[in-house]
């Protein structure tokens, strides 16, 4: 199993950046493919990114290809969500999650994932 930490949330205006981190505890970080989705009030998770275990493949949502990048780094257990030219739009709860299912298109599917963390609110100021 796997345990997930986000952080790294926070306030910002528009057309700034911040950097999110999924801290993951627990063994083989590196067998498990990672995805970010992000969640407003009311509705369904909404997928952002994915990355392969390996970090060879990556994935993600249109609204955000260009602005955002995600990374990781094995050695500290730890995926990455690097966004530019935030957006109102992208105001969100961000959560992080790992499956050890092989990595392919349905990564953008929040049903393929086995654990979770729980979040962390980025507000984007108009």
């Known amino acids: 199993q796997v345990q997930l930490v986000e952080s790294g949330g926070g306030l910002v205006q528009a057309g700034g950046s911040l950097r999110l981190s999924c801290a993951a505890s627990?063994?083989?970080?590196?067998?498990?493919?990672v995805g970010w989705f992000r969640q407003e009030v009311g509705k369904d998770h909404s997928f952002v990114a994915a990355i392969s275990d390996s970090g060879e493949r990556k994935d993600y949502a249109t609204s955000v290809k260009g602005r955002f990048t995600i990374s990781r780094d094995n050695a500290k257990n730890t995926v990455y969500l690097q966004m530019s030219s935030l957006k109102p739009e992208d105001t969100a709860v961000y959560l992080c999650a790992a499956t050890t299912i092989g990595y392919s298109n349905t990564n953008i599917y929040a049903a393929k994932y086995d654990y979770w963390g729980r979040g962390t609110q980025v507000t984007v100021s108009s």
């Open positions: 627990g063994r083989s970080f590196s067998s498990y493919s």
